[in-house]
């Protein structure tokens, strides 16, 4: 059989990583190669390409992909992408791949205490591999696509600009999904990134929620949202947030666990267009 060699992606090896990364659609999420220079670009200067994304290779050629990063807020270390080009499958490379990530993944960060892999739920065949690797599923978050209600109620919440000084109250608050924003480095990233709000309860005006807006040229006349909120003010959040919107439709991104928020995007006509298994597994010397 042909050697296959795990390594760290060559800074030259940017397109072939792409062409690879790009045969696992629709199992992985589909990006212009503009946005994935932007993550490849960031992972450079992060240290995370060196350190954490692998590439699968047989006599130099790259086969095989997989983007990693640590989450330091939970302790987890996430394998978010990993594709075998079509015609490598089945040998044994998709394997290598994750077995090399975690390596590559408590290396970096010995005091992690789980690897975490999303799977499509259209895609059934990578669930059994995953377990057959030790993980399993544990929760699953919801893609919900919808136009945006607008009712010109009063507003419970005062809505500012997010500012770098917000950061310490916005740690507290329960983010959308476990890729959420939970530490100071993403917070960071997306204030200074702009589009950011903060909420405030009117009367006591205490920080009830975080809401950042993203627009993506490939979606016209969308704002995809992120959000993170104080325990019992979720609603509150998502309609304050709502209110906000410039655009005709809206995206969000929702674990299981935020019922209430999910109940109340379906009753607002929002529709699934995507969900994903989160598999988690333990380190294994915390057994
Ligand atoms: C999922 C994916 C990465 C797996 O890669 P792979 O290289 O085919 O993985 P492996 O070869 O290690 O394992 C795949 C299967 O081949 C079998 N296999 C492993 N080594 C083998 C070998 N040496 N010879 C023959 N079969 C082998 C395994 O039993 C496994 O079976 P299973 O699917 O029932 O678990 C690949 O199918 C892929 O890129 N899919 C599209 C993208 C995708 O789904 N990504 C999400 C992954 S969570």
Known sequence: MTETIVRSPKLDE????????????????SLTFDRFSRWWNRSKV????????????????????????????LGWGAIWELVVDREWRNQGIGTSLVLESEQALLKQN???????????????????FVERLGYGIQSLVLRLDGDVPHRLEEQELNVNIARLD?????????????????????????????????????????????VRFEYD??????????????????????????????????????QDKHEEILDYLYAEDFQRAEAEFVARKRVRHLL
């Open 14 to 29: 940017k397109t072939s990583f792409y062409q690879v990364y790009g045969t696992g659609i629709p199992n992985v999420d």
């Open 46 to 73: 992060q240290g995370d390409l060196p350190n954490l994304w692998r590439v699968a290779t047989v006599d130099e050629q790259v086969v095989g992909i997989a983007i990693n990063s640590v989450l330091e807020s």
């Open 110 to 128: 010995p005091n992690l205490t789980h690897f975490v892999v999303g799977v499509k739920v259209h895609n059934p065949r990578s669930i059994p």
């Open 166 to 210: 917000d950061i310490p109250t916005l740690l507290h608050l329960v983010p959308d999904t476990y890729w959420g924003h939970r530490d100071h480095k993403t917070l960071e990233y997306s204030i200074r990134g702009g589009n950011c709000y903060v909420m405030r309860e009117q009367s006591s005006n205490m920080v009830v929620g975080f």
């Open 217 to 254: 040229p490939d979606l016209v006349d969308t704002t995809i949202i992120s959000f993170s909120y104080r325990q019992g003010y979720g609603i509150s959040v998502i309609e304050a947030t709502l209110e906000e919107v410039a655009t005709r439709r809206a995206i969000f991104w929702v």
